[in-house]
């Protein structure tokens, strides 16, 4: 019995740290990236990201709207996946319509069927007699009646008073100002009543502290995402030279910066674009993990977040948010 414990428990142990050691593995060790990228007449790129010495390496080529994805687990294709019409053949083309024949001199080129009919040809009798019938008939009988004109009396009981008139389109018109004033005001009130609250929110010590840790995490996961190498180089030509001395000095500003990675060339006297482009980088889950954890151990932090949660649900705030801040106010009061 004693040995059946034993062998359950070092198994149990050896799943855990085995558990253990792929979360460390995962969150410790970079997933990273390489992506080279060519652009003329058309855009080719490939690239790939793999994990732990290429054990996970998923790999893609593209040209132009045709990709292709291959996963490879442990040096074998698992997945292949395309976009397009990549690896497939080429329709053939259709065949070209025959030209017209020549016709030799004593061949007939009319058949039996191209023949027209001698029936189909002559005009049936009813129809010449029904135009004849039409012909005959008088303008007069033809002629639409004319409308018979109201007496001025009728046309002056139809028309509208046009004092009456006025004063209703004058009232309608006062109606619809006092209207978009009022809806002015209200909109006026709302904002004013949203911009003390930003106000309010913004002057609490606790909320500052909060908002100044959440910039720092933001800035350091930037540090983090931006690409350890990069690279554009080429050549630049529009069809319009101004155009391409614009776009050109556009991009000079950032050489202060990116001096040593940009390397453009601009092409004034033809329209000719060739650029080269490269870009690697990584990207480490532990470091996104500590972000999230130094957030969510603020309390205030939290509060926002509990907030925030039940605003996208459609409900008000709930009554344990209020209990605390009003045992925090009275905790700061006293």
Do not use: C
Request: aromatic share 6%; glycine share 6%; charged share 35%.
């Amino acid at each position: 019995m004693l040995t059946i414990l034993k062998v359950i428990g070092w198994t149990l142990l050896g799943i855990v740290g085995l558990v253990l050691l792929i979360v460390i593995l995962v969150l410790a060790v970079p997933f990273r990236y390489d992506i080279k990228a060519r652009y003329h007449e058309g855009v080719k790129a490939k690239g790939g990201v793999h994990w732990l010495l290429k054990l996970i390496h998923v790999k893609f080529a593209a040209i132009n709207a045709q990709v292709l994805v291959k996963v490879n687990v442990l040096g074998r294709t698992f997945k292949k996946l395309h976009v397009g019409n990549w690896g497939e053949k080429p329709p053939k083309p259709e065949p070209e319509p025959e030209e017209a024949r020549p016709v030799s001199e004593g061949e007939d080129i009319f058949s039996a069927q191209d023949e027209p009919e001698s029936d189909a040809a002559e005009p049936a009798p009813e129809a010449e007699e029904s135009s004849a019938e039409t012909e005959e008939k008088p303008a007069e009988e033809t002629a639409a009646p004319e409308p018979e004109e109201k007496p001025e009396e009728e046309k002056a009981e139809e028309a509208p008073d046009s004092s009456e008139a006025s004063a209703e389109a004058g009232q309608e018109e006062g109606k619809s100002l006092d209207e978009r004033l009022e809806e002015l005001e209200e909109k006026w009130d709302a904002l004013m009543e949203k911009y003390d609250t930003a106000e309010a929110f913004l002057s609490d010590e606790k909320n500052q502290k909060t908002i100044s840790l959440i910039l720092k995490q933001l800035k350091k996961l930037g540090k983090h995402l931006l690409p350890t190498h990069f690279l554009l180089d080429g050549d630049l030509g529009l069809k319009d030279p101004a155009k391409t001395a614009n776009l050109m000095a556009k991009i000079y500003r950032f050489y202060p910066l990116l001096g040593e990675n940009i390397r453009l060339r601009g092409v004034y006297d033809r329209p000719e674009t060739n650029l080269y482009a490269e870009l690697k980088g990584r990207l480490r889950l532990g470091i996104i993990v500590e972000i999230a954890l130094r957030l969510l151990l603020n309390k205030n932090f939290r509060r926002w977040l509990k907030y925030f949660l039940k605003k996208s649900k459609g409900e008000e705030e709930t009554e344990e948010i209020k209990t605390e801040e009003s045992a925090e106010a009275a905790q700061a009061a006293a």
